[in-house]
């Protein structure tokens, strides 16, 4: 059986993984990370990383990238694999998950469903034909309102798959409202609605003469993100050193 620490334990998604994980007999949570404590957990909860002194055999993450660093140098040290699925990172946080990669098993993911995975491939497949025969990339994201981070790192993460399939050739733009012009050929613009308690939607736009395609992910419960990080922390737990991401898992 998986023994895994969850970081961020008392949160919406921590909740989720917690409920989910009681009905799986191949994992379970030996103990939490969460600076709230006043949740009656069925396991450990410590206020801090470094006050966590519980074995385990990976570390899932669903908190904020202000704590990213500890858990960083914590899961070093004590040589346990990290599912790092917090986003908002900067980039030198993404450096310091590089290095720290180079001596445990990291696996990042901006989005942690099945469904959106799967949509990056496709979308990398596609948007060579469509940009060709002239099609113009706009990305939709809408959240709920308690989200800090925009635009959301899923809306990255496809914006990159997209731009990757045309040689990093697109440029990205998230405000208009300073220029008056026409579009430009090349830029993928990115907007993000935040309002009640949408859990995730993504539109990936091309918009063409007279025709518009558009691929869309609607997540319509956090358990789709809870299952994915569940299945990433079973399949990273025993994982040589190395950054891996959810299409590792899927493959």
């Known amino acids: 059986m998986t023994k895994m620490i969850l970081s961020g334990c008392n949160g919406r998604m921590g909740r989720m993984i917690t409920g989910i994980v009681e009905k799986d007999s191949e994992i379970e949570i030996v103990a939490g990370i969460d600076k709230f ?43 346990i694999p ?6 908002g990172l900067n980039d030198e946080q993404l ?42 990339i706009e990305i939709v994201e809408k959240h709920h309102n308690q989200k800090k981070d925009a635009p959301s790192g899923t809306a990255l993460a496809l914006a990159d798959a997209v731009n990757a399939s045309l040689n990093n050739s697109y440029s990205y733009v998230y405000d208009r409202s300073t220029r008056s012009e026409a579009r430009p050929e ?51 737990s025993g994982k040589p050193a190395g950054i891996y991401d959810m299409s590792d898992v899927l493959a």
């Open 186 to 236: 090349k830029e993928i613009g990115i907007s993000a609605v935040r309002g009640g308690t949408i859990p995730g939607d993504h539109d990936v736009i091309f918009a063409g003469e007279d025709e518009v395609i558009t691929f869309s992910h609607r997540a319509y419960s956090r358990a789709v993100f809870a299952k994915g990080a569940i299945s990433a922390a079973k399949f990273l």
């Open 82 to 87: 990290l599912v790092l699925c917090t986003t």
């Open 95 to 136: 450096g310091k998950v590089k290095e720290a990669s180079g001596k445990i098993a990291i696996l990042r993911s901006a989005n942690m469903s099945v469904g959106i995975n799967l949509l990056l491939k496709l979308l990398a497949e596609a948007a060579p034909k469509l940009a060709e025969a002239g099609f113009d």
């Open 37 to 79: 404590t006043g949740i009656d957990n069925s396991y450990p909860v410590f206020e801090s990383v470094e006050k966590c002194d519980v074995n385990a055999d990976v570390i899932v993450d669903f908190s904020l990238p202000t704590g990213t660093d500890a858990l960083l140098e914590y899961s070093v040290s004590k040589n």
